[in-house]
């Protein structure tokens, strides 16, 4: 068996430790007989598996009782409709323009009201977040929308946009318990697991309890709506039980190495390895203004295109796997979520030192 060093923005990386877990459960877990993945998402069994995922995120997350956690299906994208479709009452909504999964959001919300784009940073390559403390916030907007860490762009919000009051959304996907936060600071957060908690299709919604009523968009679908997921605890239909289940694995994975604040630590101490490096490098340059840089992606070019391809392929050759950049953007990302080891980046850095000084 070899494992590779998997740079991927997502699906991602996972824990080893997590891994061979769930192989050890695959065939018997814990004397049930069978896999989570057999299981009747109605038994003692798995409610004890959704019970104690649900228990280990807020004890992760210190998520406040008047939040429920919803663990949903249909990717982050799902949200980019079910967002405007449960919180638009006015209709109206606005949002910061960060890239292009705000945008995509953006662009959805406008089937269903009015969405303005309060902030950009298109006119910079989306290099950069802009400033929202003093944002054009609509008198009646619904909400405030964000994607706290731009996947693609490798930017993150170090400071939240002040809202004047108003709830805030944000689309956490891709620094999901990669640090503390605030929960009280959010009306909702969510976020597609599959960049930094577990295997794609399950979304885990975080929501202020008054967000969620009846007062829904006509012509919203039972099963986006939130409330059906909260009054069912999850378990309104089928839920996406053994993706669930490996997100439980990671949980408990995070809390046996100290929760957000060691796991902060770490992410500090990686992303400091590869920003340290091509911010010395001749070669390599990072894309993004350093105070708006992110510890989750962090996308770098050589300048010239060839030779990043050469790049790429030589790393892949050495074990250093999916550091092809976005294919809209081009150069290189490293995506390096809480499961790349340190010795990941340290390695990449040798090689990438090696690699300049061969050229
Ligand atoms: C990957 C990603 C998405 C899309 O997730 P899907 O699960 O494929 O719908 C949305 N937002 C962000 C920030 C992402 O990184």
Known sequence: MARVYNFSAGPAVLPEEVLKQAANEMLDYRGSGM??????????????????????????????????????????????????????????????????????AWLEAQIYGTANAVASSADKGFSYIPDCSDLPISENADYVYIC??????????????????????????????????????????????????????VVIAIIREDLITEDVLPGTPTMLRYKTHADAGSLFNTPPAYGIYICGLVFQWLKSIGGLKAIQARNQEKAAILYDFLDSSDMFKGTVVKQDRSLMNVPFVTGNGDLDAEFVKAAEAAGFVNLKGHRTVGGMRASIYNAMPIEGVEKLVAFMKDFERRK
């Not at 980019?80 to 292009?100: E, S, W």
């Not at 891709?174 to 577990?198: A, H, R, W």
């Open 35 to 104: 896999s989570v993945m057999e299981m009747s998402h109605r038994s003692k069994i798995y409610q004890q598996i959704l019970n104690t995922a649900e228990a280990d995120i807020r004890e992760l997350m210190n998520i406040p009782d008047n939040y429920k956690v919803l663990f949903l299906q249909g990717g982050a994208y799902q949200q980019f409709a079910a967002v405007p479709m449960n919180l638009m009452k006015n209709r109206v909504a606005d949002y910061v323009i960060t890239g292009q999964w705000a945008k995509k």
């Open 148 to 201: 706290e860490n731009n996947t693609i762009y490798g930017t993150k919000f170090h400071t939240l946009p002040n809202t004047k009051g108003k709830p805030l959304v944000a689309d956490v996907s891709s620094c999901f318990l990669s640090e503390p936060v605030d929960v009280t600071k959010y009306g909702m957060l969510y976020g597609g697991v599959q960049k930094n908690i577990g295997p794609a299709g």
